[in-house]
């Protein structure tokens, strides 16, 4: 079966430190999405592309965090300086069509120090 | 904006026992999924319903859509430790990409 790559799959590091999350998303898919998941704040939705366009990115905190799509096969997620209230899992998502759901990538758990 | 509403949040049944999860939306929806997340796991899509009184059914938990109520609803019958699990419901609109997900419910299921 297709499926969503995330790397890495678990990530602690200080505060202060560049965090860069990769994602992989299924061959073909056009549309990839970045999603935050806390205990407190539960799945928030922090940006999303279409054909590697950038279409939202509302729910990002914009001073340190950036996404982008350098290719089709490739989607980043960095965050400069990190920040110890960053901790959580991140997960990328792939859709294609409009009916179709989105694949879930298994995530990356981001530990903050 | 869509705001997806679920409830309960958290859910405690027995083994055995039916039980239905609820999902209610702010304005049209043309599509709504299911998820199931495992705890420290990914989200697994469970049911895509694209139409006005939709059902699917796996096994033990069968889901339906009432877009005139804005309500989709998850039933399960019979249940069994194995379905404990924190079940997302996401509403789309016919236009754009975007998923709303509701706040989730977690479900643990006692012997």
């Known amino acids: 079966d297709a499926r969503v790559t995330q790397t890495p799959r678990h990530k602690v590091t200080e505060m202060g430190q560049e965090v860069t999350m990769r994602c992989q998303p299924i061959?073909?898919?056009?549309?990839v999405f970045w999603y935050r998941q806390t205990m407190m704040q539960g799945l928030e939705l922090l940006a999303y592309?279409?054909?590697?366009?950038?279409?939202?990115d509302s729910g990002m905190p914009k001073d340190r965090f950036s996404a982008e799509m350098p290719d089709a096969t490739l989607a980043t997620l960095k965050i400069q300086p990190s920040e110890p209230r960053d901790s959580a899992v991140y997960f990328c998502?792939?859709?294609?069509?409009?009916?179709?759901?989105?694949?879930f990538g298994d995530g990356t758990r981001l530990s903050i120090l | 904006e869509l705001k997806v509403e679920q409830n309960p949040l958290f859910l405690s049944m027995q083994e055995g026992k039916n039980y239905t999860i609820y999902c209610n939306y702010s304005?049209?929806?043309?599509?709504l999924y299911w998820y199931r997340q495992d705890p420290g796991k990914s989200l697994e899509s469970l049911f895509v319903?694209?139409?006005?009184?939709a059902v699917k059914q796996e096994g033990r938990l069968m889901a339906s859509l009432d877009t005139k109520a804005r309500l989709s609803t998850l039933h399960i019958t019979a249940a069994v430790h194995d379905l404990s699990a924190t079940y997302f419901c996401?509403?789309?609109?016919?236009?754009?990409?975007?998923?709303?997900f509701g706040t989730g419910t977690s479900l643990t299921v006692i012997p």
């Open positions: 592309f279409r054909n590697r366009a950038p279409l939202d």
């Open positions: 304005t049209t929806s043309d599509r």
């Open positions: 996401a509403g789309k609109r016919y236009t754009g990409n975007q998923f709303y």
């Open positions: 061959l073909g898919h056009n549309t």
């Open positions: 998502a792939s859709g294609l069509e409009q009916t179709q759901p989105q694949h």
């Open positions: 319903l694209l139409s006005n009184g």
